[in-house]
Nanobody, 120 residues
Framework: QVQLVESGGGLVQPGGSLRLSCVAS????????MGWYRQAPGKQRDLVAT???????NYSDSVKGRFTISRDNAKNTVYLQMSSLTPEDTAGYYC??????????????WGQGTQVTVSS
């Protein structure tokens, strides 16, 4: 079994920063593309950023220039450094990873999410 576990969420004031982490563990042969998504109450889950195993990155327009995604392949971990946070960034943040969990099997896995609340 494979698990993705996020951490680092919390309450932060507008203009502040947070760093989220997501660790993949379990029966892992290798990890491909990883990404962060977010979902606010009553809204759909949207892409925030993705990063390939070769560290090519992609960002949604709403976070470009404020958020930075990175990864440590040796630790099967992806990070999301968030800066200049606004109340509109308030959401549950979810990690998604493409994991090779068998000799020739790749599957997408989701983490359980971590809440980020931006408020004064």
């Amino acid at each position: 079994q494979v698990q993705l576990v996020e951490s680092g969420g919390g309450l932060v004031q507008p203009g502040g920063s947070l760093r989220l982490s997501c660790v993949a563990s379990g029966s892992i042969f290798s990890v491909g593309i990883m990404g962060w998504y977010r979902q606010a109450p009553g809204k759909q889950r949207d892409l925030v950023a993705t990063i390939t195993s070769g560290r090519d990155t992609n960002y949604s327009d709403s976070v470009k220039g404020r958020f930075t995604i990175s990864r440590d392949n040796a630790k099967n971990t992806v990070y999301l450094q968030m800066s200049s946070l606004t109340p509109e960034d308030t959401a549950g943040y979810y990690c998604k990873g493409l994991v090779r969990d068998g000799v020739s099997t790749w599957r997408y896995y989701w983490g359980q999410g971590t809440q980020v609340t931006v408020s004064s």
